[in-house]
């Protein structure tokens, strides 16, 4: 993908900006941080795949503004140029169309809604958004990283990149699934071993169902027998209950009319005593009439002295409201007057305080005259210091620059000696090297006889593995011939057996002929398949001998990977030391020419000539941070005065005030306290006061006579209640009469029915005491048929158990035989479920994958290296080493897995950490964008577009150089290489800069070419 054009509209802090991206080979993104830079490529990733870093959807709209925008042109490898534009709405759905250039003009790819449209973007361009920020994106640290992390995590990283996750995924549900076949395989071998074992009770369940039928039929004819007797015995129990029942219902006659006797003579008694309690206060007649009249009289003198009572009452409660008027009309008056009181103290109290601050008003004087000098040379200071910062600024600015072209110089240097060395070094084992060769070429080529040996022994071993695979499909085919010939001998033994073929009936004759021919049938398939099994336990012999002989040819090939690559790095140090002694004399004419350079400062002539200058000036201005700063304090310690000054002029106004208030103040105590003395007597609460007691004084209420009154009418109150009663005894007395004759009357009548029902009573049981009671032979026949009945319950019980069981077991045996297919099934696929696992694990198809890829990105690091480093250095993967004795031998052949990272330059293999920082980088840089060409291309897309996010912040800068001279290197690989930073001073190391400002109409692009 190599971009054409980008137009936003209303993207992130972009409000409408074009960049045109034609020309551009090699650009810079530059700019301060925060102005958007990130944000162009954030408008690219949007645009085509609808990602970028915003939390929301409509976080990418500019603020302010209801739509947004992205218009992006690219071509691709075949030079075919495509536009994609996404629009969205704050609060709506996203809009993607997907065009193609014609010559006619743009034609439109844009499928039916977003997601249609979205796939075919990524079938055109190859490459998913994740694949795109790990190839085309570099970031800061990955291939550190990647470099320093432990061998084992190099591996995660790797598989992370590659997506290797979803085979982690897999190998997950398939031991999920392994385990659920598993455990339902041991739960199927116990419940088979459970019904087994129930299965064997079928004989002895038939036998003891006979018995208990018999021993059934047995209890049912004794039950009939006795069920006769109890029908004859109930009979005649049946005729003294009927008796009995009779009795009962007259005795309850008997009883009732007793207790009617009983009430009525109560009744009448009760008559005869309220009679003569009527008669007796009918007697008093003329007494309670008195009484009563007196009652009275006496009532109604209390009733006037309650009204009388009342009104003193309420004369009281007003005399009272207006005495606590009066008490807080004083009180208030006190309370104003303790409040002037104190306002008096307080301002005489001010007044003091005031004089002791006037008195100090000389001494302020003095210190003002102080601030003021103190501030004339602080603004002297303050003048010469606007003039002095910007020269110092631009004195730093001067030295930075003088420092790093001095850097550069050094690092130049530090180069040309290291190369020089390293020539030197070449120079010096030319012969070794030769040697060295020649001795790694016949190694190899023995061990290329034995990697063609080894060929031959892994195509005998597949040769066998199918052989091994035809017999266990002729197993399968034998094994069902034998059940189906065993199912047919079963069919065969039931009794009237049809024949298996034409399911017609068979005679004897035939039946036996059909048994013959089935078992010899089953015989010969038998001998077949231990013919089969013989071979396959042979073939499977042969097999693991192969295996072992395969396993000792790979022990001893192990060092093929390593010679080969010997031989190679051997071949390149080797064809480096021609024409050396040239190179070295050039790199020493070089190293003079930096190190008189160095020696007498004969570089960067501008910088120093105006740095010069500028120290010049600096001293005549005579400028001093430290007089500054003395200069400062100098006026903060005077600044008291200005506060103090402000102090006593707010006095003077104060004591201005207080002058003016205390004499009202004391004016206004006096006449508070004359006003209280004046308001006891004088006031008109005291006045109504006065005439309320007159009022009480002339009702002559007394007390003890009201209540003396109230006592002699509570004791005369009871001639009310005999009053009452009398009236009701006059009512009373003729009823109470006619009601003693009636219950007199009736009582006789009661008396003489009795009489009849006790000679009935008698008869009956005369009845009873003739007759024979049956029910102890009733109850006893009851017991034993309820006995009876209780053992032929159980006994169908056990007989319905005992059928119930030979049901369940016939079903069982029909269950028994599917379960034991179904274990077989639950098997099979646990097994391969197992092995399902093992092969999508990290050591199954993950590992092969890597092992794969690593060779693919091996040569690719080195081809770029080769070129970063002028063929010097050399990386090597290797992903198994030997155990922890450092050993490989026949009896310890033990392989561990890794990824160890082994780096070689022409003084031999070295450790990572050992190799200088520009050798470090560039080591970095060719496995990070190796690792970025294997995706793209593992994606199908060619890697034509890189952007580098180094982060140079972070870097020195001989850092910075080295990493532009590396993307220098690499520029002919790519159509279009953008690098963002945001240091001003790295812009003139790139031909093309794309700078972006922040404003407030947004950020703003200027391309310089």
Known sequence: MIPVQLILKNFLSYRDTTLDFRGLHTACICGANGAGKSSLLEAITWAIWGESRAASEDDVIHTGTKEVRVDFTFKTSGQQTYRVIRTRARGGSSVLEFQIETPNGFRSLTGKGVRATQDQILQHIKLDYDTFINSAYLRQGRADEFMLKRPSERKEILAELLKLNQYDELEERAKELSRQFKAKAEELERSLESMKTQLQQRDAIAQKRAELESELERLQQVQAFENVQLQSLQVVQHQRQNWEEQLNFVRQQYQNLTGDCDRLEQERASSRSQLSLLEELLAQESQIKAGYTHYQNLQSQEEGMSAKFAEYTRALAARQQKQQQLSKQIQDMERQLQQAQAQLEALQQQQQEIQQTL?????????????????????????????????????????????????????????????????????????????????????????????????????????????????????????????????????LQTPNAICPLCERPLDEHHWNRVVDKTKTEYKDTEEQLWVVREQMAVSDREIQVLRQEYREISQLLSPYDGLREQRGQLAAQLQATTDVEQQIQHIETQKQQLERSLQIGDYAHDQQAELSQLNQYLQQLNYNEQDHALARNEVERWRWAEIKQGQIKDATKREAQIAARQPELEAQIVQLQATIGQAATDSECAKEIAVLDRHISELGYDTEQHNNLRASVRQAQAWQLRYQQLLTAQQQYPQLQTRAQELEVALQARWVERQKLKHQIDSIVHQLQETANPIAQIQALEQQLAIRRRQLDEQLAQVGRLEQMAHQLEVLKNQYEQQQQQLQEVKHQYRTYQELAQAFGKNGIQTLMIENVLPQLEAETNQLLSRLSANQLHVQFVTQKAGRNGKSTKKNSKLIDTLDILIADARGTRAYETYSGGEAFRINFAIRLALAKLLAQRAGAALQMLIVDEGFGTQDSEGCDRLIAAINAIAPDFACILTVTHMPHLKEAFAARIEVNKTQQGSQLRLLV
């Open 359 to 491: 008195s100090k008003s000389g001494e302020v004087e003095e210190a003002l005259a102080q601030l003021a000098a103190a501030r004339q040379h602080l603004a002297q200071l303050d003048r010469l210091q606007m003039q002095v910062a910007p020269l110092l600024q631009q004195k730093a600015t001067l030295q930075s620059q003088i420092d790093r072209v001095h850097a550069s110089l050094v690092a130049r240097l530090e180069q040309l000696e290291a190369t020089q060395n390293q020539l030197q070094g070449q120079q010096r084992r030319q012969p070794q090297l030769q040697q060295a060769v020649m001795e790694v070429a016949v190694q190899i080529e023995e061990l290329e006889k034995k990697r063609v040996y080894l060929q031959r022994v892994q195509e005998k071993g597949q040769e066998r593995r199918h052989f091994i695979e035809r017999l266990q499909a002729h197993q399968r085919d034998f094994e069902r011939l034998l059940g189906e010939l065993e199912q047919k001998l079963q069919m």
